[in-house]
């Protein structure tokens, strides 16, 4: 048995004073009770905002009352799924309290989804009623004699603005209601079904990179208790923050920033266009937020505005970055801009609430690591084979353990038995701890790169040749060498800078540019240029339809 040198949690060490280790949790306490404090607590302070539009605490309780009325008049029962397929609008905001009183279940539904995943996902996780943007009703109509919705409430964009005319509904062959007339017609007699700390909140589905999507179960215990952890880790107090959040909704990150900010009582921006970047800047000059959320894509595209360089950020003490890496060549110039000390990596999957990773807020803050394991988590780094610890510094799978970690799959055992063992959770994450105890995200497991035997960490690749000057973006993975069964061939899809020719020379720059950094098995065999790279709703790099791109040429 090879000794664990994570056990002692040694990076404590590394932790703002403030931070306890560990917490007496309060037993069954649900996120409507957090929800009801800080409405009790502030009940006139704007939770939301949206397009000139101020939502208080107050109006929020009402209103998701009115909702959560609708859903037991529905004859839902706790436990029962509610779907939301909506961008950032302010009934995504009053859905997530009003689901949890009514003691169901809320399951984000991304607007990327083709119509196909669409009917597997409210099949998979038996979604009763359906929250939606009337946008996406083409999508809903091809679906909707497959599924099992007993109700669809539309909303829609100019929802709770001046003079909106109400929405046109379509022909249905199931009950469809406009959700602003949900929100007048049911009583706000208050709603707050009870149901154990271990009940469902959410079901989040995860993108299925091996097979369909998989819906991690969140509980109340997880996310209560995730709230309690991060609330003491970032030294939050109620009433201290304004967050403005580009994130969307479906998304986990998203997600707990909105429901973090409806218990703290943080007022937060509505951004239903993460990509309206010129939107984000005037929101930023417009609301003054203490701290920005958002996917580092967002971050480098806005870096490139003059506008967002003549921004006043000093009432701005975070720009928190997290679901993709951050290059690390860039990170002096965005804290050129924001001012020093002011950007902070976290890290996190759906799977864990979602945070395991956070640098400290006034503490040191490693550029390129994603920070501490928080309050009252453990981790540590094994060997992908035997699972034993690896030594510090070397790299391997991290494994996370905590009151945030998921109850496991929906309706999927084996898969949840992959993912957790013995409490564990296996994140598929290649990272490496410091002596520090600081984690710096090395590369998926999966994507991982076996070359005669050696192993080729693609971010690490990428992180090397996007430091090229002619290379604006970089990506890495690996495909099947047709010469050599068992073996894979690095490829490399490459956007270069404005200006930069395409040519067969540029490509051999860029490979003795990484021959002079790297072992010569890292170096691609196959470097392809393009001009965008495929990325998530939230700025990911999807390396799974790169990697088919690519296998195609």
Known sequence: MVSDPYASKFWRKSFDPHVKDHFDYPENKLFTDLFLEAVNEVPDITAVYYMGKEITFRQLDALSNRFANFLIKQGLKPGDVVGVYSLNLPAYYIVIPAISRAGCVLSGVSPLLTPRELEYQLNDSGAKILVA????WGNISQVISKVKLQAIALTGFNDFLPDAQPLKLPESSIPIYRFTDIIQEHPADPVNVRVRGEAPMLMQYTGGTTGPSKGAVLTHNNIV???????????????????????????????????????????????????????????????????????????LELMKKPEFRELDFSGIWGCVAGAAPFPVEYLQGFEDIVGKDKFSEVYGMTETSPLITANPRYGKRKFGSVGLPICDTEVKIVDPAT???????????????????????????????????????????????????????????????????????????????????DVALAASVGIPDPNRPGNETVATAIVLK????????????????????????????????????????????????????????
Not at 500 to 520: G, H, L, N, S, Y
Request: with cysteine.
């Open 133 to 136: 943007l009337d946008l996406f």
């Open 225 to 299: 208790r995730h709230m309690i952890q991060f609330a003491n880790f970032l030294d939050s107090t109620r009433g201290q923050e304004r967050l403005l959040c580009p994130f969307p909704l479906f998304h986990q990150a998203g997600l707990f920033n909105g429901m973090f900010c409806l218990v703290m009582a943080t007022p937060q921006v509505a951004i239903p266009n993460p990509r309206d970047y010129d939107f984000i800047i005037k929101t930023i000059k417009e609301y003054k937020p203490t701290v920005i959320s958002a996917v580092p894509t967002i971050f």
């Open 387 to 469: 699972k034993e610890p690896v030594p510090i510094g070397e790299p391997g799978e991290l494994v996370v353990r905590g009151p945030q970690v998921m109850k496991g799959y929906h309706n999927k055992p084996e898969e949840t038995a992959n993912a957790l063992k013995d409490g564990w959770f296996y994140t598929g994450d290649i990272c490496r701890m410091d002596e520090e105890g600081y984690v710096c995200i090395v590369d998926r497991l999966k994507d991982m790169v076996i070359v005669s035997g050696y192993k080729v960490f693609t971010r690490e690749l990428d992180d090397i040749i996007i430091e090229h000057p």
């Open 498 to 553: 404005e200006g930069i020719d395409k040519t067969e020379a540029e490509k051999e720059k860029i490979r003795e540019f990484i021959r002079q950094r790297e072992a010569p098995y890292k170096v691609p065999k196959i470097v392809e240029f393009m001009d965008t790279l495929p990325t998530s709703a939230v700025g990911k790099i999807l390396k799974r339809e790169l990697r088919e791109i690519l296998k195609a040429k």
